[in-house]
């Protein structure tokens, strides 16, 4: 019994470890921009867990844009984003399905250029979320990300000055968040040069600095009927 369990784990626990994701292509009005452009991409697919660490603003890595393109649109620009556990977009779940949580996207405006940005400071604006989309069946966002093929979009608001920005993508894990550190922080930045815009002031925070580990939204345990869910950080800016 014990040689059967110890082996049925030791075969388990590589296979959770590699369920974890990426953001790896980002597109504009429908048009694929490739594999891993336009992305501060971190070292490996693990995600972050500590909400006061400078890893929770871009990933690991992820507060140097050099050598990282920028892709230009126009404002209004509708932005897709998708996500995978590796360099496939078949073969398996984009995320993997046990991995439910909430989707965010938050927009913080360069001072020069994105590539030089680092995202410090109360620069990030909350302009999507997702969360808990359906109680009675315990449907998430990250459900529906995954039955998408890893994708979700976001519209940038037209209002937003044009110039250049980091797109920050985030979906939370909280298949172990009873306790904290547990919550999973998978963060993508996008590097966005909008050629139009409007002259809107819109609410920001920081990140890290807004989310605590004592947030209801990240520390939960869901696997309790949850019956609602209130997503970490500032309420959307819808422009
Ligand atoms: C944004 O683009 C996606 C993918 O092409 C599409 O499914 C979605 O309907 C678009 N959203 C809007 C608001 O146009
Ligand atoms: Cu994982």
Same mark, same amino acid.
């Given at each position: 019994m014990r040689l059967a369990l110890s082996s049925s784990l030791a075969l388990l626990l590589p296979v959770l470890a590699r369920a974890h994701f990426t953001l790896q292509y980002v597109w504009a009005n429908g048009v694929d921009g490739g594999y891993n452009n336009y992305v501060r991409v971190p070292p490996n697919n693990n995600p972050v867990t500590?909400?006061?660490? =400078?890893?929770? =603003?871009?990933?690991? +890595?992820?507060t140097s844009g050099a050598g990282v393109q920028t892709l230009s649109v126009a404002g209004g620009a509708n932005i897709t984003l998708e996500w995978h556990q #590796? /360099? *496939?977009? =078949? %073969?398996?779940?984009a995320i993997s399905g046990g991995h439910k949580g909430p989707v965010l996207v938050y927009i913080a405006k360069a001072p020069t250029t994105a590539a030089a940005?680092? %995202? *410090? %400071? /109360?620069?990030w604006t909350k302009i999507y979320q997702s969360g808990l989309l359906t109680p009675s069946s315990q449907t998430w966002a990250s459900d529906v990300v995954n039955a998408n093929a890893g994708k979700h979009s976001v519209v940038l608001p037209a209002s937003l000055p044009a110039g250049e920005y980091l797109l920050r993508a985030e979906m939370i894990a909280l #298949?172990?968040? /009873?306790? $904290?550190?547990g919550a999973q922080f998978y963060i993508g930045c996008a590097q966005i040069k909008t050629t139009s815009g409007g002259s809107a002031a819109p609410p920001k925070v920081a990140l890290p600095g807004a $989310? #605590? +580990?004592?947030?209801p939204g990240i520390t939960v345990?869901? $696997?309790?009927?949850?019956q609602s869910y209130v997503a970490p950080g500032p309420a959307v800016w819808t422009g």
């Open positions: 500590d909400v006061t660490s =400078t890893d929770l =603003t871009c990933n690991v +890595g992820g #590796h /360099a *496939q977009r =078949t %073969g398996e779940d940005f680092n %995202g *410090q %400071g /109360a620069v #298949h172990v968040a /009873a306790t $904290y550190p $989310y #605590h +580990g004592s947030d345990n869901i $696997y309790n009927n949850l």
